[in-house]
């Protein structure tokens, strides 16, 4: 398969910075390698550069960073469109702000297949606040609300080729959701899996249906993956962890379901912050993860000496 990284080193739509070095600690722990390894090919475009900046206020006094955003997803849509012709992108975030612009550039390359486009999103978060809900004003809790067309970010994010229907989009591994993000959850189409839901049927039962209907729409899927998908104590680099998160083995079934199924098309790997890592444990553990999704087994995985 041919593989495009894609690094996009956007840092100010989380609360702390340090996303910024994702980029380069995915580079580091070695994913081209990993993903070499499995047979694939895979070019390394580097990093997006941002579009010029328009200067912007939004009435919402907590949304801070908005132009530089905006910048952002206008230059990470055309790149998500440009690399995905004959490739599979993956996107090396950055925080997860990056997902308004891979999500929407997706979209319009999915829609010119003539097939559905489905998203599914790992995470503790359901990042579906609106320009005017967010409270922190951090905008990598809005990317969801963005790519599947919601109110109030004309005017100032591009305008979408192909909005996500809501019906096309699936959450695990949610523990964190703010009461306006609730609200909207109520009224929308969005499947959300909880942790709960995990505990009571297993990730790979939630897992299977949701898959079960991409494969019925004859669809493609992005898959986007936030670092605090995962229980902290494995996976501490990131800013906003939240306890009872996916393990090891869960989130590795997970990819490997995703590969197995044939059908996802592109993939985020956000919110990693280096500056709060162990030792490059999580970059690792990202790569990794980003392996099993590409098609590394367990019977792949040789025992370690010591
Ligand atoms: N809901 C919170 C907020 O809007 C947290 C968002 C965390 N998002 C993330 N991509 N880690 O500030
Ligand atoms: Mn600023
Ligand atoms: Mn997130
Ligand atoms: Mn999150």
């Known amino acids: ?20 070095m994702g980029p380069s600690a995915y580079r580091i722990a070695g994913l081209t390698r990993a993903l070499e390894d499995l047979g694939h090919r895979v070019v390394d475009t580097g990093n997006v550069t941002p579009a010029p900046l328009k200067e912007f206020s939004h009435p919402n006094p907590a949304v801070h960073h908005l132009a530089e955003t905006v910048a952002w997803t206008e ?11 004959s490739a599979v992108p993956i996107f090396l975030g950055g925080d997860h ?39 922190s004003g951090n905008l990598h809790g809005t990317p969801v609300a963005y790519f599947s067309g919601r109110d109030g970010f004309a005017g100032y994010f591009p305008p979408l ?9 699936g959450m695990i591994g949610i523990r964190s959701v703010d009461p306006a993000e609730r609200a ?7 499947t959300v899996h909880d942790m709960r839901s995990i505990d009571e049927h297993g990730v790979a039962v939630l897992l299977r249906a949701f898959l079960a209907k991409v494969q019925a729409a004859n669809g493609l899927l992005h898959v986007s993956l936030d670092v605090d998908f995962l229980e902290p104590s494995i996976a501490p680099a990131v800013g906003t962890t939240v306890p009872g998160g996916a ?7 997970v990819m490997e379901m995703l590969h197995d199924s044939g059908l996802v098309c592109s993939l985020d790997l956000v919110e990693l912050n280096p500056f709060l890592d162990e ?8 790569v990794d993860l980003a392996a099993s999704l590409m098609g590394k ?6 025992t370690r000496a010591g």
């Open 1 to 20: 398969m041919d593989i495009r990284l894609i690094g996009a080193p956007l840092q100010i739509g989380a609360g702390q910075l340090g996303c910024e």
């Open 75 to 85: 230059a990470l849509t055309d790149a998500a469109y440009r690399e995905s012709a």
């Open 97 to 135: 702000a990056i997902s308004a612009g891979t999500v929407a550039g997706m979209a319009r390359r999915v829609a010119e297949s003539g097939r559905p486009f489905f998203v599914l999103w790992l995470d503790a978060h359901t990042d579906c606040h609106t320009l005017e809900t967010t409270r």
């Open 161 to 169: 080729s192909h909005a996500v229907p809501e019906e096309n989009i």
């Open 184 to 190: 909207a959850l109520e009224k929308s189409g969005i």
């Open 247 to 253: 393990t090891f083995r869960e989130a590795h079934l």
């Open 279 to 286: 030792r490059g444990r999580t970059a690792t553990l990202m």
């Open 297 to 302: 087994r367990v019977m792949d995985r040789p």
